[in-house]
């Protein structure tokens, strides 16, 4: 079983920075790819980003390409997500999930609870 467990999040204005994480625990993290998502106000849920097992391979979604930098720190059994150039459309609530391979294939089948993050213009 793996618990995640996100923190950070909050309000910023358009063009600010927002660095969120999650704290993961559970066996084998290192062979685990993890990734974010988030779901917008009446919309479907979003891929964002996910970074592999070790974190040397990262993909990201084409809305927050360039913006948005994932990482990880298996030490600490920490994900990260920075988020730069923020926009108002960026406003959802973030979700960590841990894959069942070392690489992002698939969706997560272990969730955080969702981070809300709010950008006003």
């Known amino acids: 079983q793996i618990q995640l467990v996100p923190s950070g999040g909050g309000s910023v204005q358009a063009g600010g920075s927002l660095n969120i994480s999650c704290s993961a625990s559970g066996r084998n993290l290192s062979n685990r790819g993890m990734g974010w998502f988030r779901r917008a106000p009446g919309k479907e849920r979003e891929f964002v980003a996910a970074?592999?097992?070790?974190?040397?391979?990262?993909f990201y979604g084409d809305s927050v390409k360039g913006r948005f930098t994932i990482s990880r720190d298996n030490n600490k059994g920490m994900l990260y997500l920075q988020m730069n150039s923020l926009q108002p459309e960026d406003t959802a609530v973030y979700y960590c999930?841990?894959?069942?391979?070392?690489?992002?294939?698939?969706?997560?089948?272990?969730w955080g609870q969702g981070i809300q993050v709010t950008v006003s213009s």
């Open positions: 999930g841990a894959y069942d391979s070392f690489k992002y294939i698939g969706t997560p089948s272990s």
């Open positions: 970074a592999n097992g070790s974190g040397r391979s990262t």
